[in-house]
């Protein structure tokens, strides 16, 4: 079977064993993917995060049925879901549960829902997960749901990955939320305040308020922090005043309460990206952290391709025993080749 | 190149409302440096087979207390064939009376696990299943 050529036209089984094949970093893969990539770029992809527990699953669970049921005047949209759970460091295996909370999904053919293993990934999201999403991109489906692992402060990955990233808070996490501001609320392009219908929903709420009101005195805010550094202002062709101020939304993603109001923040920050040039600006930003991504691994594949194991085990011991710096180091493993 | 993860598919069709076996024999499989899918209680042949098609899993193995299993399983199997998946592997654990596991392996069914039987022996039989089409 050509598995690209059935993915265009939407084979769901061509779809799972490509996805297979890019995780498990094949020569067919990375040609499937070579094949679909002029097909790719039409989907909103959204990212989901926050911390273990608070209801992610169960809110793209809601949202997705959200977007294949929307209020009459609409078209449903096709979705996909990209799932992903931790490896364990030790033996690599994994649990993958989210498709527990997404069972209200089954049996709809407008659904793909896929698992996957970080195997070994930080970030909250796997290496493999940027191809996945291109092959459900390039598939057809319009909306693309990317379910991060359980994070808390630093897995922000998915902020360059996304087109809309939501934070996922619950009430109850208490000081959690302290070190939450720090590094994850500033990703945010919509809070989701989850399990509305527990105590502490408005102090949980205020604490959020008062972070982002912090935030947003900051005149980078509108621009997405992660996407500030070093391209600012090197895209004259977009000028832009809109500003974008991350709301916050109460749900209780068990019974579908709020749902429909932030499916329409969805949608509404899609067109606020169109529209203010955000979109492409992401988009670039995007495929070249990409790219970035996919180089870094191939120097380091040649590299090691290149270097003598003997010689990096010798430099490795004379840095355990504190003959040479690290630093130092990789200065001499850099010269390797000089040095054989 | 990344190495080849076995996908497990662990599932419990039908009605009962026990996953305890379930839960432990993931944990094990996980422990095993496998990747499993688990979906939870009471799904039905077809989320099954749906689920597998998705996640392109090597296994799947139902987990089966209500005495269904002459109904569910045949039904799973069929489903996978008309998927193209007829090269994933199914196992079965549960309560199975004994004069029920010889039919269900003529069906195709791979192994057959009841009370007493060591994660161990499940984790080898499935990596004996699938060692062929690893490679």
């Known amino acids: ?340 | 190149m990344t190495e080849k993860k076995i996908r497990v598919l662990v599932a419990k069709p039908g009605l009962d409302g026990h996953d305890r076996g379930a839960k432990v024999v993931a944990r094990a499989l996980r422990d095993a440096g496998m990747e499993v899918i688990y979906t939870g209680l009471r799904q039905t042949p077809e989320m099954i087979a749906e689920a597998a098609l998705q996640e392109d899993v090597d296994v799947v193995g139902l987990s089966i207390l209500s005495g269904a299993h002459m109904a569910l399983a045949p039904k799973v199997l069929e489903l996978l064939k008309t998927n193209q998946q007829e090269h994933v592997r199914v196992f079965i654990g549960g309560i199975i009376p004994d004069e029920d596991i010889q039919a269900l392996k003529d069906m195709g069914v791979v192994g057959v696990y009841g009370p007493g039987t060591t994660t161990e022996e499940i984790i080898g039989d499935i990596r004996k299943a699938i060692s062929g089409r690893l490679n």
């Open chain 1, 1 to 340: 079977m050509n598995l690209a050529a059935s993915i265009l036209e939407g084979n769901r089984l061509a779809i799972a064993r490509l996805m297979t094949q890019v995780e498990n970093d094949t020569v067919e893969g990375l040609a499937g993917l070579e094949a679909i990539f002029p097909h790719t770029g039409q989907a909103h992809l959204i990212g989901v995060t926050g911390a273990p527990g608070t209801g992610k699953s169960s809110l793209v669970n809601q949202l997705a049925r959200c977007f294949r049921h929307p209020p009459p005047g609409k078209e449903p949209c096709r979705v996909g879901i990209i799932a992903v759970d931790p490896s364990s460091p030790f033996s690599g295996g994994a649990i993958l549960g989210d498709r527990i909370r997404m069972r209200d999904l089954a049996g709809d053919p407008g659904v793909f829902i896929r698992s996957m293993a970080t195997r070994g990934s930080l970030g909250g999201i796997a290496k493999a997960t940027s191809g996945l999403i291109q092959i459900l991109d390039a598939a057809g489906y319009q909306t693309i749901f990317i379910e991060t692992v359980g994070a808390g402060q630093a897995e922000v990955d998915i902020a360059r990955l996304a087109h809309t990233t939501l934070v996922v808070e619950a009430p109850g996490l208490g000081d959690d939320i302290q070190a939450i501001k720090a590094g994850i609320l500033e990703i945010a392009d919509i809070l989701v305040l989850n399990k509305a219908d527990r105590p502490g929903v408005e102090s949980a709420e205020t604490a959020l308020r008062s972070a982002l009101r912090l935030a947003s005195s900051n005149e980078t805010r509108s621009q997405h922090p992660e996407y500030i550094e070093g391209n600012q202002a090197d895209d004259s062709t977009v000028t832009s005043n809109k500003v974008w101020s991350p709301p916050i939304i109460r749900t209780i993603a068990i019974d579908g309460n709020g749902i429909e109001v932030l499916a329409e923040k969805i949608e509404e920050h899609r067109c606020f990206l169109k529209e203010s040039g955000e979109w492409k600006k992401r988009e670039k930003l995007r495929l070249q952290s990409e790219v970035d991504a996919l180089l870094q691994r191939t120097l380091m594949q040649q590299w090691r391709d290149k270097m003598s194991v003997m010689l990096y085990e010798k430099i490795l011991s004379q840095v355990t025993n504190r003959k040479i710096s690290t630093t130092n180091a990789v200065k001499l493993l850099m010269n390797g080749d000089n040095i054989q």
